[in-house]
């Protein structure tokens, strides 16, 4: 077709149809009970291109494919993710601890913490400390099925003791540092803190929230919890 002097070809029409969509936020929870949350929108990443980068204070900077990843040893956990925006959702993920890496890369005495950047331009420092948690988990499945590309794959982070923020999605590079700096997010709002320690108060569970994938849904005060703090584990 012919338009305001451009010549669109049938090859190009559908080029244009299969370009990949933008990862958008989404008030909407999924089938999970998860809303959507991202920096800035990108594509979905393709997982036969993706690379995860570790640099840094390490005696072996590599790059790790999808199948390199898959070959660490598999974890499981069941885990809610708690959002600092009051709501949360429980899932079961699949993926490889962060010690595991260690082995291969080495690194120095003098690395203390990571910095996590991903696709979209998100960033996040934890010590390794924290990444020595077994709660800490380097997903790449959820519920069974390899991550997809609306909960941030292939690789993603999860810390059921911190809020979301902290659970880093589209994971692109890992740089071993001798301090870590806080979060990203605490550039963004007086919500967030540098270290994101889930603190006493309430919660709305949305995966216990039947109304809340359909659309008009509202927040239903009648499933709101209490939390003392830390992981939720009492539902």
Same mark, same amino acid.
């Given at each position: 077709m012919r338009r305001r002097?451009? %010549? %669109?070809t049938a090859a190009a029409a559908s080029a244009a149809e299969t370009q990949p969509k933008l990862l958008l936020p989404s008030d909407i929870p999924d089938a999970l009970g998860f809303r959507q949350m991202w920096f800035n929108p990108v594509p979905p990443i393709d997982p036969a291109k993706w690379r995860l980068r570790i640099a840094g204070l390490v005696e072996k900077p590599l790059?790790?494919?999808v199948a390199d990843l898959r070959k660490l040893p598999h974890a499981e956990q069941n885990s809610r993710m708690k959002c600092v925006q009051c709501w949360s959702a429980r899932a079961a993920w699949g993926g490889f601890r962060f010690p595991s %890496?260690? +082995?291969i890369v080495r690194p120095s005495k003098s690395a203390k913490a990571i910095r996590i +950047?991903?696709? +979209?331009k998100w960033y996040e420092y934890m010590s390794l400390q924290e990444m020595a948690n077994p709660r800490v988990l380097m997903a790449m499945d959820l519920a069974g099925k390899p991550l997809p590309p609306s909960h941030g794959a292939p690789l993603r982070m999860i810390d059921p003791s911190k809020y979301g923020y902290k659970s880093a999605k589209l994971i692109t590079k890992i740089t071993f540092v001798a301090e870590g700096k806080g979060s990203m997010a605490c550039d963004i709002g007086p919500y967030y803190s540098p270290t994101g320690e889930i603190l006493a108060g309430y919660d709305t569970? %949305? +995966?216990l929230n039947p109304e809340a994938a359909k659309p008009g849904w509202k927040l239903n005060p009648q499933i709101r919890r209490k939390i003392r703090g830390g992981e939720i584990t009492e539902y």
């Open positions: 002097g451009f %010549l %669109l790059e790790f494919t %890496l260690l +082995d +950047d991903c696709a +979209d569970p %949305l +995966d």
